[in-house]
């Protein structure tokens, strides 16, 4: 899993967000870039909601992996 955080997110939709993104994940290498599950693109404001996405990245549940 990947959170990235940037107000420059503000008012833009997931995928425009995306398009953002995804060319800086590609760099990775691709062992890496494999074990990317889940992306999540997110203001500092989204970021501090208390919601179920979030609660996940701030606690990880363990992976059955």
Do not use: W, Y
Request: hydrophobic letters at 40%; glycine letters at 4%.
């Amino acid at each position: 899993r990947v959170r990235v955080i940037a107000d420059r997110f503000a008012g833009m939709e997931e995928g425009k967000r995306h398009q953002l993104v995804d060319p800086i994940l590609a760099l990775l290498p691709s062992e890496i870039e494999r074990d990317i599950m889940q992306v999540l693109t997110q203001t500092v404001e989204e970021s501090q909601r208390c919601d179920a996405v979030n609660v996940e990245f701030e606690n990880p549940s363990t992976s059955e992996l």
